[in-house]
């Protein structure tokens, strides 16, 4: 009996062994991914096939104008890499099928021919590739077809994606506890065959676009766009391993820094940012935010994350001191009558939102995050960004939107840093001794 090797990526081995429903794996660019599941595919195919089972093998895009926005061109060079699956499929310029019949590719866009999945012959596997796009009718209509099984076997779903939104349909299956679900990142580390001519363009725009290398290659989501003001610092605090596990410091003062937002149904965000200022560094512990919520939901947050009178205190913007208009009552008072010590950081005229934006950038090689409490804080500081008036090419200042409040927080945070006070070495006059 001969036995055919095939290579893939170490962390790919146990996702196509034993039984499953779907199979599936997300990454960065360079990972091997594509390349590894289009060669599987294809040595399922021939598997099924040499056992004597028939049925199609589909390949699905969710955008797919023509066979050349399809991913048969990756089948094919899978195939010919495989001397063994060369000599058991014939490829044309519009197809790939098996040599004995059984096996057939079929190539399809699932916004425009969903519907017509649901007729299609005995599928054996489906491949959704570049899946981020998919929606969830998509997938919901496409799942019930694939509901052939035999011995030992069954129709199954596989997935790739490059992530870019935490809300994509496709990210369902990252997040799967079931176990005939198998999904695993993959990244450029993890491919054994990255070429050099890839690691030229990686390390290009680690130096030259520092705010889309996470996402491009390393699996990240999007929350980082082009031209944001902190894009860099952020790049630069995860490299550096500035994003991680910080644990509070019991015995000294969580400050809290405050956005106000206000109570009303089309309020802003009312953010807080939990921190310790520690020596020089500064340790960013946690993230509050939310809109339209009353002042006792934010007491009740406080409180539950044991961030209490006698642990904490509260930073205002200036407008702390002025009531809201909804409660008639201060969040300066409404702070202080709850128990903490309140500062109304006073009005920092015009020009505050650069200073803020410029004295951020400044304190960012110091401040430390914990990663799993400030993640929506982060996204915020990642998208944070100018407004820009296309037409004459100025900019405008910062964009008010959703990032703006929990970056200005944590702008107000940085400006109301302390420098630790040194003590200068004390110098003590000679004795004149030999």
Known sequence: MTTARIALPDKLIPIFQGEADVRGSYGGRGSGKTRSFAKMIALRGYIYGMGGVSGQLLC???FMNSLADSSMEECKRAIEDEPFLAAYYEIGDKFIRSRDGRIWFAFAGLDRNIASIKSKGRILICWVDEAEPVTDEAFTTLIPTLREEGEDWNAELWVTWNPKRKKAAVERFRNSSDPRVKVVDLNWRDNPKFPAKLERDRQRDLAERPDQYDHIWEGGFATIIEGAYFAASLTTAKAQGRIGRVAADPLMTIRLFVDIGGTGARADAFTMWATQFIGKEIRVLDYYEVVGQPFDAHLAWLRSRGYTPDRAQIWLPH???TQDKVIDVSYESAFKKAG???????????????????????????IWFNADTTEAGREALGFYHEKRDEVRGVGLGPEH???????DSFGLMCVCYEEPYESKPLSYPSLGYA
């Open 401 to 407: 939107d959703w990032s703006s409040h929990g970056s």
């Open 319 to 321: 407008d702390g001191a």
């Open 60 to 62: 699905a895009r969710q």
């Open 340 to 366: 903490y010590t309140v500062t109304v950081v006073p009005n920092q005229g015009k020009g505050a939102a650069a200073a803020r934006i410029e004295q951020t950038r400044l304190m960012f090689p110091r």
